[in-house]
């Protein structure tokens, strides 16, 4: 993939962070406080169980070092705007979604490094090593992902009634922009797509699979709302595809890389669905359950 293809995708997912930042207020921040515990699992699921079922997984199976840092890097990534919006859909706890995706978007900046540098050194050859340098994806991070939640939040701070218009058709925009991103990467890696998709798609569909039963359980266990549940569950087992391709194309400088986030951004709506069509039935004591937490 060339570098304008790079600087498509890069440009694609700030469009998609600054939707994100639209939907956010101040206030979503401070639910960390008001609601710790749902907090606290949220992120142990994403920042050290999500990783650890990657490693698992990638070990476990015996990948190719292209598949398993693929797998490692969409381990390391966040949930993105697309997490929010299955958590809408399926009716979990919309505010507890996005301040874990705000959260886990900053801490991000930080783990994705080291799981990477990580992922490179365990898996990689030395014919294939390539030397991450952590300052620099940081920076991209922080062009790519904090600034634009930042100056989105800012202009609903400024012109809420404009952000609230604006905060729909985005997130349409950004779902197309999403499929179109893998869609792109599939066809630049064409030629070794299918030969993949038999080693690549196993692994892909056991991260999401296992990540989001995971996150559920550990809501589950520690006796949180089944909103609370699910966006838990969303948000672990669904990762910010876009960014880890990014990372891939950008920072690491190989697409193939990214052939296991494309795979998975097209089996994780399959999952992702299931749970939507599960959760309709659900009803009204979880919500009533959730404001006496709430007040408590």
Not at 155 to 173: G, Y
Not at 179 to 191: A, F, R
Not at 245 to 263: K, W
């Amino acid at each position: 993939m060339n570098s304008t293809s790079g600087i498509i995708l890069a440009v694609s997912l700030i469009i998609i962070m600054f939707g994100m930042g639209l939907s956010l207020t101040v206030s979503d921040f401070k639910r960390v406080v008001s609601y710790p515990k749902a907090m606290i699992i949220g992120l142990l699921c994403q920042m050290l169980l999500l990783p650890l079922s990657g490693y698992f997984i990638a070990i476990s199976l015996s990948l190719s070092p292209t598949t398993a840092i693929g797998i490692m890097l969409l381990a390391a990534c966040p949930g993105g705007p697309t997490s929010n919006m299955l958590s809408y859909l399926a009716k979990g706890d919309l505010a507890l979604s996005v301040s874990l995706t705000a959260v886990s978007s900053i801490l991000s900046i930080l783990t994705i490094p080291l799981i990477v540098q990580f992922a490179l050194e365990e898996f990689s050859n030395k014919s294939m090593a390539v030397t991450v340098d952590a300052i620099t994806m940081v920076k991209q991070l922080l062009v790519i992902v904090i600034i634009p939640v930042g100056i989105g939040m800012l202009i609903k701070s400024k012109f809420e009634a404009f952000a609230n218009k604006m905060e729909k058709p985005v997130k349409i925009a950004s779902a197309i922009i999403f499929i179109l991103v893998i869609i792109g990467v599939t066809i630049s890696v064409k030629d070794v797509f299918m030969s993949y998709l038999s080693e690549a798609g196993l692994p892909a569909i056991l991260l999401n699979v296992s990540t989001m039963t995971i996150g559920f359980l550990m809501a589950v266990l520690f006796k949180l709302t089944r909103p609370q549940a699910i966006s838990i569950s969303i948000e672990t087992g669904i990762q910010n595809g876009t960014l880890a391709i990014t990372l891939a194309t950008i920072a690491l400088n190989n697409a193939e890389y990214s052939i296991v986030p494309a795979i998975y951004g097209l089996l994780m709506f399959i999952t992702a669905t299931v749970i939507i069509f599960i959760r309709k039935p659900l009803g009204v004591k979880d919500e009533l359950s959730l404001e006496k937490e709430s007040a408590n």
